[in-house]
């Protein structure tokens, strides 16, 4: 009986682990699927509205004929402008709490912070960046406003992903680099962010596909409806991808006649993320090669 019982453990194991498998397995292929519907979904109905002219060329018509060339270049320019505004603060705070800060409630706190701040609502950091750096600061609805909107959205995923990518360091790289007299900020500088610098920026390009796709913190920062201009200063007000998308499909008088458009526009702005985030994908290889410990 003992030795069936024994016999019996192992099958039973094996039941378990295959089941196990079968469960990832079916969530994979759950989640794939589930992304490739929407992509294709999106792709289907869009693909007929790309073209030449769709890209390069203004809106005109009430916006069911023409292009979107000022939403794409809004678009950049907010991404580029959050991405300006995230990175230094996010490199200098993750490089503090990684490496100089000691553990304690004050460190505790600021953890507790960034991880509750990259849980907030986009619209609220919209309200926030309207109330503080529209009105208050009197920069108006602008790319200025907007891009420091979208830099503090964003700022809590670099923090997180570059932290990480320090911590990541080998422990060993900082002990070699004092124990051949370096200072400490000499080990940080020359031994420690190169080596964490893949995984930072990675955190920074993916946090910048982010702040490319939202849509609240730049209606009430930054957005305008129609334009037929490039901006030409920072205290311009830019169209963008996300918000002419809305426009079209909530505050035109002809929504159905927009409809390519609405998914044409759709098509670029995913086709944007998710270029953005191969970006992250080919940055993070390339630095990393060659780097193995």
């Not at 929504?255 to 270029?275: C, K, N, R």
Request: net charge positive; aromatic share 8%; glycine share 10%.
């Amino acid at each position: 009986m003992l030795a069936a019982r024994r016999g019996f453990e192992p099958r039973r194991r094996r039941r378990r682990e295959f089941t196990a498998l079968l469960f990832i397995r079916l969530t994979g292929a759950f989640t794939a699927g589930v992304m490739a519907l929407v992509v294709g979904f999106i792709a289907f109905n869009g693909a007929g509205a790309i073209s030449v002219p769709f890209l390069t060329e203004y809106p005109r018509d009430a916006m069911t004929a023409g292009g979107i060339l000022p939403a794409i270049e809004g678009t950049l320019i907010l991404a580029l402008g959050a991405l300006l505004t995230a990175v230094p603060l996010g490199f200098g705070a993750a490089v503090y709490l990684a490496e100089y800060a000691r553990p304690g409630p004050l460190v505790s706190v600021i953890r507790l912070g960034v991880l509750n701040l990259s849980g907030v609502p986009s619209v609220v950091f919209g309200l926030f960046g309207l109330a503080l750096f529209v009105k208050t600061f009197g920069f108006g609805r602008s790319i200025l406003a907007g891009s420091l909107t979208l830099g503090l959205l964003i700022l809590p995923t670099v923090v997180a992903a570059s932290e990480e990518a320090l911590r990541q360091t080998p422990q060993s790289f900082r002990e070699a680099a004092l124990a051949l007299g370096a200072s400490r900020w000499q080990a940080i500088r020359q031994v420690v962010l190169p080596a964490a610098l893949p995984g930072m920026l990675t955190g920074a390009i993916l946090a910048l596909g982010r702040a490319a796709g939202e849509t609240a913190p730049i209606v009430f920062t930054a957005s305008c409806a129609y334009t037929l201009a490039s901006p030409g200063s920072v205290f311009q007000e830019v169209m963008a991808l996300s918000t002419h998308i809305l426009n079209l499909a909530t505050n035109g008088t002809r929504i159905e006649e927009t409809l390519p458009q609405q998914f044409g526009t759709a098509l670029v702005l995913l086709a944007l993320v998710l270029g953005l985030s191969l970006c992250a994908i080919i940055v993070r290889a390339k630095l990393r090669k060659g780097r193995r410990w």
